[in-house]
């Protein structure tokens, strides 16, 4: 069996910085599948670029963060701040799931808004994801099995990975995506059962943000036969976006992570390791 490897641009639309990068990307032939956030400030740009990019996957990103919500602000009361916006990080919104302050009969609804619009945009949407992975939450996973299911999106991540050091148990987001990953199988299990598919395994996980070339070389060996994932974030620095979202983005190096991505020794490591670069669609 061959080892292939979908390198998957997520926050696609965050910025026309991060479109521009990615941009760049697919050109060059490296990124051949992209997460698209439907409201995020440049996602129109989005559309219109990938339109023109046939070959390239596009999935929805689904998010309950950082951008606005696609329903009226009446529709979703728990899931939106005062000021109509998303919670702006991850931290909030487990906030709100501690406290069962989340309706989730609310998510299904902003999740299909969300892929309506993508896909009412002339997009055929490839496969579904999470902003920050927020479906490793069991009722939100069934939420999206569910409506990958009603709009035949036969591609769902699960973005679990087995920890490849002691680093990467290090640090309390590290030590909570190792404790999750434990339960890979559970997520699986429910895939298979619903007829829908992802990856043979996921890698990224553990250095999203920071994928710089040793990172990058090193996720290669762990790519086996069959076919990896990798999300990544590639673009163009943006400073804007870093000092905003409530912080989420603060280290991101989306040049470091693009330029790593394009280069020779990236190149020549996937030759040498006999890797092909693939996309959700040929996995058929």
Not at 47 to 63: Q, R
Not at 199 to 213: D, P, Q, S
Not at 222 to 247: F, I, M, Q, R
Request: hydrophobic share 40%.
């Amino acid at each position: 069996m061959e080892k292939k490897l979908i390198i998957n641009a997520d926050d696609f639309g965050l910025s026309q910085s991060i479109n521009e990068g990615i941009l760049v990307g697919i050109q060059k032939k490296i990124i051949r599948s992209v997460s698209l956030f439907a409201n995020a400030p440049k996602t129109h740009d989005a559309v219109e670029i990938v339109k023109a990019c046939p070959d390239v996957d596009i999935g929805v990103h689904l998010t309950l963060t950082q951008t606005r919500a696609t329903s009226s602000p009446e529709k979703i009361p728990s899931l939106i701040t005062k000021e109509g916006a998303f919670v702006p990080n991850i931290q909030a919104l487990a906030k709100k799931m501690f406290f069962d302050q989340l309706d989730f009969q609310e998510i299904y609804k902003e999740f299909e808004r969300q892929i309506v619009k993508i896909s009412g945009s002339g997009i055929n949407v490839s496969h579904l994801d999470t902003n920050q992975h927020v479906h490793l939450h069991p009722k939100i996973f069934y939420i999206v099995l569910s409506l990958a299911k009603k709009y035949n999106i036969k591609y769902v991540r699960i973005p679990c990975e087995t920890p490849r050091s002691l680093k990467d148990y290090l640090g309390t987001n590290n030590f909570i995506k190792s404790i999750i990953s434990i339960n890979k199988w559970f997520y699986i299990r429910l895939l298979r059962k619903n007829k829908l598919q992802s990856a043979n395994r996921f890698l990224g996980l553990y250095c999203a943000g920071r994928l710089n070339l040793s990172c990058l070389l090193d996720i290669l060996s762990y790519v086996k036969e069959g076919v990896t994932e990798l999300c990544c974030h590639p673009g163009w620095d943006d400073n804007e976006v870093a000092s905003g979202y409530g912080g989420s983005f603060q280290g991101y190096g989306w040049a470091q992570e693009l330029t790593a991505l394009l280069s020779d020794d990236f190149q020549s490591a996937l030759k040498e390791r006999m890797i092909e670069l693939t996309n959700f669609t040929d996995m058929k």
